[in-house]
């Protein structure tokens, strides 16, 4: 299985950290669906799913069958899929490691040691007067 975390680890923490994308993600885990189908298994508001949808279509983890264009709102029966680099990044999303490796890195960005991202209530508080 690849690793995508590598270099396009600060991507993919952009990524995650947009409302529903993981979500989205899941739920498509259990196979293709409509939007509406969507949207009922994770109880999002219609503009912020499609949001969503389109922002993981456009990193290439969704399709629809659909031929219209991204930029407008699909049919009401289109279906949604993982394409196969979104059933890869899923099943790295669905591992502790990957989360583990992630949050390392970018407690590395911040100078932060791998033991204060390990046991983030080890680190000192702020000082009282």
Not at 11 to 38: C, F, K, Q, W
Not at 89 to 98: D, N, T, Y
Request: glycine share 8%; proline share 4%.
């Amino acid at each position: 299985m690849r690793d995508v975390v590598g270099d396009a680890g600060s991507d993919l923490r952009e990524l995650v950290s947009h409302r529903y994308v993981i979500e989205v993600l899941d739920a498509l885990s259990n196979g293709p669906m409509t939007l509406a189908d969507i949207r009922s298994s994770i109880h999002a508001g219609r503009r912020e799913l499609a949001a969503a949808v389109r922002l993981i279509a456009a990193r290439g983890l969704v399709t629809r069958d659909d031929t219209g264009s991204w930029d407008t709102d699909a049919s009401n029966n289109a279906i949604y899929r993982h394409t196969d680099l979104g059933r890869v990044v899923f099943e790295s999303l669905s591992r502790f490691s990957f989360w583990t490796r992630v949050f390392d890195r970018t407690g590395a960005e911040m100078g932060h040691s791998e033991s204060d991202n390990a046991f983030p209530w080890r680190r000192p508080g702020p000082t009282l007067p």
